[in-house]
């Protein structure tokens, strides 16, 4: 905020002080190195889910039947460097890509959940695949990803259709 002064244009001589709030404006375009940073940021991710082999198949279904627990151990340490990330983001007040602070308000229980969630979990265990490793999947050229795409696009596609909206839900 910054405060200014305002000389009125009346004969008298009275001084008005005027509150002005500087927004600051966040640009949403990313410059080239950025877009760079964040390809080679997204190639190295999926050399490591590769390395980690969280897109093969059979990994995967091991995983479902308790037969194989390093895949656990991947998830853990992304929920691990995902809630560092989110935790610096907030405590340096670092904006979003929106301009927004991190919004940290708990979100109402909803039955609905449930039933996406059963969903999400019954698609990620018979195509063998997260949305996170589909697209590394399709650059080692497992041409099955295809239809795991088509699967997300179909799934995002019935969520904005049939999805309630509140009058000030801003979620998605």
């Not at 919004?103 to 949305?131: H, M, N, Q, Y």
């Not at 990803?145 to 088509?150: G, K, R, S």
Request: with cysteine.
């Amino acid at each position: 905020m910054a405060i200014t002064r305002k000389t009125s244009k009346t004969p008298r001589k009275s001084i008005e002080m005027v509150v002005v709030a500087k927004k600051k404006k966040v640009s949403t375009a990313l410059s080239t190195g950025s877009l760079l940073a964040y390809v080679l940021f997204g190639v190295l991710f999926g050399y490591f889910l590769s390395k980690a082999r969280a897109t093969d198949y059979d990994s995967i279904i091991d995983m479902f039947m308790f037969k194989e627990f390093q895949l656990y151990g991947v998830i853990g340490v992304a929920i691990l460097v995902v809630a560092a990330g989110l935790f610096l983001t907030h405590r340096f007040k670092k904006p979003t890509l929106s301009g927004k602070a991190l919004d940290w308000e708990p979100v109402a229980f909803e039955p609905s959940r449930l039933i996406g969630a059963f969903l999400f979990g019954a698609g990620w265990a018979l195509a063998g695949t997260c949305p996170g490793t589909v697209l590394t999947q399709l650059g080692e050229g497992k041409v099955f990803a295809i239809f795991t795409i088509l699967g997300i696009g179909v799934g995002v596609w019935a969520f904005q259709k049939w999805q309630p909206k509140a009058a000030n839900d801003n979620n998605c």
